[in-house]
């Protein structure tokens, strides 16, 4: 069963950054793309950002210009680099692959941008 452990999340204040880190436990990576999904408080999870095994981006109209994914080569982890953070960007931030797995939802990793 493939585990995804997020990490990097904190406080950060409005226009600053953060680098999320994603790491599986194998290399799922390798055969599936990688996600990144967000949840703010009271609303539904939302897809932020896709990165394909070929290494093409996709990204929400709410981040575009303002984050980045990217992957390692051995395609363990997967990252997720904010930039020009606001204060609606604060949320949970969860990992998945692409598809996602309904198993491999993990606790997610909060992010919380305020002054």
């Known amino acids: 069963q493939v585990q995804l452990v997020e990490s990097g999340g904190g406080l950060v204040q409005p226009g600053g950054s953060l680098r999320l880190s994603c790491a599986a436990s194998?290399?799922?990576?390798?055969?599936?793309?990688g996600t990144w999904y967000r949840q703010a408080p009271g609303k539904q999870r939302e897809l932020v950002a896709t990165?394909?095994?070929?290494?093409?981006?996709n990204y929400a109209d709410s981040v575009k210009g303002r984050f980045t994914i990217s992957r390692d080569n051995a395609k363990k982890t997967v990252w997720l680099q904010m930039s020009s953070l606001k204060p609606e960007d604060t949320a949970v931030y969860y990992c998945n692959t692409a598809p996602p797995r309904t198993s491999a939802w993990g606790q997610g990793t909060l992010v919380t941008v305020s002054s």
């Open positions: 990165i394909t095994t070929g290494g093409t981006t």
């Open positions: 194998g290399s799922i990576f390798s055969i599936y793309g």
